[in-house]
């Protein structure tokens, strides 16, 4: 049916899925609603290169745009970021005809711009050369003496509201009102579009897969500028789950593809399991793509038949990375992996670190490494066993210590946010600290409940995640039992529609229980604040008990908070003030006799891998002799 919006001599405008409507969808999911990525170059290599930048255009022709969006400053924005002559001024077309090609798209651009705002009496008139678009010729030749010139000129009309909203079909009884379509309020198209989507996700959230919209109507009544919306659709039958097929795997079991994805036939269906499941198969970094395919007919039995296509990518990676604080010097990490070590997503990784370069001398630097390996599914689809041996020489201010570690434990998820883990570790160190010199072989029985609602794990802006975890250890050297407990809770929270504000905190706290005395404890295991990753401001494991000597002990007890704002400046730089405080004691309950705190301000800048940090900080009570301010480096929020 044609459009007819932009005649307002006409009394009404008919607009159905797949005519205006379905511009504006395109309009607000297409590729065009992105901003292009800047291209870079870094040792002859092009990144982010514009495809229209890399390739010549064939017989350029130059244009100048006169472009009167309409006395409305609200829509002013919408206009011009939609118009793509705008977008691209300065850049030359491909022909005459490619101009009026772009010149017409351009109206259904804004003509969808406007319905999208309610203004369905709109008006688009569009000049070429000073010729209506309309009354050009179908190959039409320019003067080229000079860039053509363009004129675009909008009256967007009044603003609509919603009339009489109907549901049929298997839709009826459902209330508009929770679709978006309330008569009286603004009737923008998008709101439209989506009530369809969401009647047809509803009716596949309650078990029918074939759900599908038959009708989505619009009709403008341009006397009373109301819209009346009509949407039907047909549920179709409650079907289960059928045989699950899988294609496209290479060197990783189909079969535990489809267990690792829980998706067997007779279970209900439910597109938010099936969503999850391609997640979690995705999670396991051994393909490249996955896809859930369901068949567009039921089986002979009612069932759903349904293929999980997968593309394996490559199994074998390695890479580097590295770490810059003032008070801890540089840090550099490396590492070898394979995703698929016995064809079952199994996974081998090798990693090693220097930390401290430039901080301390040749000789007093950190050491580590590490072989660590994992198996999902080992237990059932919801499991996964880890182990690890990993050996390290540290020598932070307060201590020197070597120390092997190995252990072995099994994580199962309890549900998509609580995850529960336990195992065994056995641990032996050789430690020179403000005790002496003594050697330690601890057996522990580490078991931990994670709950992780965060809707971004580097980048996080809504929920929070919570931790709690208990270490019953034995020393095997002095017969000594200890036990740790520690928990901890990180909270966001998202201001504002762009959600450009963000208000995230950080509590936690510890406490070793058992031993004789504080030297019975390896270390390793004693408590300390200061740093990156603590109280900024403060050197490494600065905060700390202290004896006579003004030699750090470590303490059995802490408890450290931390309160950031998130302030987004533009698109991807932002700018992050914070404070840190903390305490460490000696007691098994924090005595906040040396309450420490730490104030400073970051940077973030917005990568696809997560936002690089900056972050400088001063201590607000500083140690004699002690740091003086702290420059952190890094991936990821602090928290």
């Not at 000597?549 to 908070?561: E, M, P």
């Not at 950031?564 to 991807?572: D, Q, S």
């Amino acid at each position: 049916m044609r459009d007819k919006v932009n005649r307002p001599e006409k009394s009404y405008a008919f607009l159905k899925a797949g005519t205006a409507l379905a511009v504006a969808a395109a309009l607000a999911c297409g590729p065009f609603a992105a901003q292009p990525a800047s291209a870079f170059e870094i040792f002859g290599m092009k990144f982010f290169e514009d495809e229209e930048e890399a390739v010549a255009v064939i017989d350029p022709v130059d244009y100048t745009l006169t472009l009167d969006p309409g006395a409305d400053e609200d829509l002013k924005d919408a206009i011009e970021n939609t118009a793509r002559l705008k977008q691209d001024e300065g850049k030359p077309v491909s022909g005459d005809l490619g101009l009026v090609i772009k010149a017409r798209d351009d109206r259904d651009r804004i003509l969808a711009a406007l319905y999208e705002h309610a203004r369905y009496g709109g008006v688009v008139n569009v000049t070429v050369n000073g010729q209506d678009l309309d009354s050009l010729p179908p190959n039409p030749e320019f003067n080229h003496k000079g860039p053509v010139p363009v004129t675009i000129s909008v009256i967007p009309g009044p603003v609509f509201t919603f009339g009489e909203v109907g549901f049929s079909g298997d839709a009826e009884g459902r209330n508009p009102a929770d679709y978006g379509l309330v008569p009286g309020a603004r009737a923008d198209s998008t709101l439209i579009l989506k009530a369809g989507e969401k009647v047809v996700v509803d009716l596949k959230a309650e078990g029918r897969p074939l759900a599908r919209l038959v009708e989505r109507n619009a009709t403008a009544d341009h006397k009373t500028q109301t819209v009346d919306v009509v949407i039907a659709a047909e549920g179709g039958p409650v079907a289960p789950i059928g045989e699950v097929g899988v294609s496209g795997t290479k060197t990783v079991d189909p079969n535990f593809v489809q267990r690792y994805s829980r998706i067997n036939a007779g279970q209900p269906y439910s597109p938010e399991a099936l969503g999850k499941a391609g997640e979690r198969l995705r999670q396991l970094g051994v393909f490249s793509s996955v896809t859930i395919r369901e068949a567009d007919k039921l089986a002979p039995d009612g069932s759903l038949p349904m293929t999980i296509e997968v593309s394996e990518g490559k199994h074998r990676y390695f890479g580097a990375g590295a770490q810059y604080s003032n008070t801890d010097g540089v840090g550099l990490q490396g590492y070898w992996g394979h995703r698929n070590l016995f064809g079952q997503a199994e996974s081998l990784r090798i990693e090693g670190s220097v930390n401290r370069i430039g901080e301390s001398d040749l000789g007093d630097l950190d050491y580590s490494t590490a072989i660590l390996f994992s198996k999902p599914g080992a237990f059932g689809p919801a499991s996964t066993f880890n182990a690890s041996l990993k050996a390290s020489i540290v020598d932070p201010d307060a201590y020197k210590a070597f120390t092997t570690t190995a252990a072995a434990g099994v994580s199962i998820e309890l549900s998509d946010r609580d995850t529960v883990s336990g195992g065994g570790e056995v641990m032996w160190s050789d430690v020179e600290d403000a005790f002496g010199k003594n050697k330690y072989l601890t057996v522990s029985l580490p078991i931990e409940y994670v709950r992780d609602t965060r809707d971004d794990k580097l980048n996080p802006t809504e929920g929070y995640r919570f931790l709690i975890n208990a270490k019953p250890s034995y020393e095997n050297y002095r017969g000594t039992f200890f036990s740790s407990f520690e928990g901890a809770i990180t909270g966001y929270r998202a201001l504002g529609t762009e959600d450009r504000f963000v208000l995230a905190g950080k509590l936690s706290a510890g406490t070793i229980v058992g031993g004789n005395e504080l030297s019975d404890i390896p270390a390793t295991r004693r408590f300390f604040l200061g740093g990156g990753g603590t109280v900024r401001g403060y050197g490494y494991q600065e905060i700390s008990p202290r004896n006579a000597d003004n030699k750090l002990l470590g303490g059995r007890s802490y408890v450290a908070a931390s309160a950031e704002a998130r302030i987004g400046i533009t698109e991807t730089i932002g700018i992050v003030p914070f404070i840190d405080v903390g305490t460490v004691s000696t007691d098994e309950v924090p005595d906040f006799k040396d309450l420490r705190a730490g104030a400073g301000v970051g940077i973030r800048y917005a990568t696809p891998f997560g936002p690089l940090r900056l972050d400088v900080a001063v201590p607000l009570k500083k140690y004699p002799g002690g740091t003086s301010f702290g420059i952190y480096a890094g991936i990821g929020q602090s928290f």
